[in-house]
């Protein structure tokens, strides 16, 4: 059975840095894997989605890789700003498993 | 009205109450899911229903009961629950109800509090 999990749980930092989240899978038969943002009390906004082919997606000031063989993937957000603040979650598709989402990383970037 | 949209957006209710919770997408989109997200737990997929039919069901307690009359239309009744139930319930819809290349579109949540 497929497991996510997501490191740092948290994570602060001032504006205009660059960072990176990452999201750990087990099962790596995936066929996609989705990064999520999600605003306090709020639904889910999809980011990217990363096909089992690729190896990367980018939008805007967002880049998301995948490395299945590892099992990993990153987001990458370039010149952090205070609006990007919010949970970031991936969630891995494997066949029959639908979506397995990871706890989510916290991020504050503070102005 | 665009996208994805649940009611109500809060909900108390006691163990003996009957409720329902409503998702209605506007996206022409074939799936449709609930998941439940509870403080200090991953998101959690109950349901799924593609084309109308219920495709997969996640080992959820016989008081969660899901209905899906249309492509547009999802709701998740609600009787006899415990404490533990309170969390926020989330409904997602994606295009072809595979997740193989889906992206999945959520709304934006009912809280639900069992008291």
């Known amino acids: 059975k497929q497991e996510v999990t997501q490191i740092p749980a948290a994570l602060s930092v001032p504006e205009g840095e660059n960072l990176v989240l990452n999201c750990s899978f087990t099962?790596?038969?995936?066929?996609?894997l989705q990064w999520f943002r999600q605003d306090p009390g709020k639904g889910l906004t999809s980011l990217l989605l990363?096909?089992?082919?690729?190896r990367e997606q980018t939008s805007g000031r967002l880049n998301a890789s995948l490395d299945k063989s590892s099992g990993r993937s990153t987001l990458y957000i370039a010149a952090s700003q205070p609006g990007d603040s919010a949970t970031y979650l991936c969630?891995?598709?494997?066949?029959?498993?639908?979506?397995?989402f990871g706890p989510g990383t916290r991020l504050s970037v503070l102005p | 009205e665009t996208g994805v949209t649940q009611t109500p957006r809060h909900l108390v209710m006691g163990m003996t109450n009957k409720k329902s919770l409503k998702c209605e997408q506007h996206?022409?989109?074939?799936?449709m899911y609930w998941y439940k997200q509870s403080a200090k737990k991953p998101l959690e997929l109950m349901f799924v229903?593609?084309?109308?039919?219920?495709?997969e069901n996640n080992s959820v307690p016989s008081r969660f009961s899901p209905e899906c009359p249309n492509s547009s239309h999802l709701f998740l009744h609600l009787h006899t629950l415990q404490p533990e139930d309170s969390a926020l319930y989330l409904c997602?819809?994606?295009?072809?109800?595979?997740?193989?290349?889906?992206?999945?579109?959520f709304g934006p949540g009912t809280r639900l509090t069992v008291l």
């Open positions: 997602a819809s994606s295009p072809q109800g595979s997740g193989r290349t889906d992206t999945q579109y």
């Open positions: 099962d790596s038969a995936i066929y996609n």
């Open positions: 990363i096909q089992s082919s690729q």
């Open positions: 969630a891995a598709y494997n066949y029959g498993q639908n979506f397995v």
């Open positions: 996206l022409g989109h074939n799936a």
């Open positions: 229903y593609s084309l109308e039919e219920r495709v």
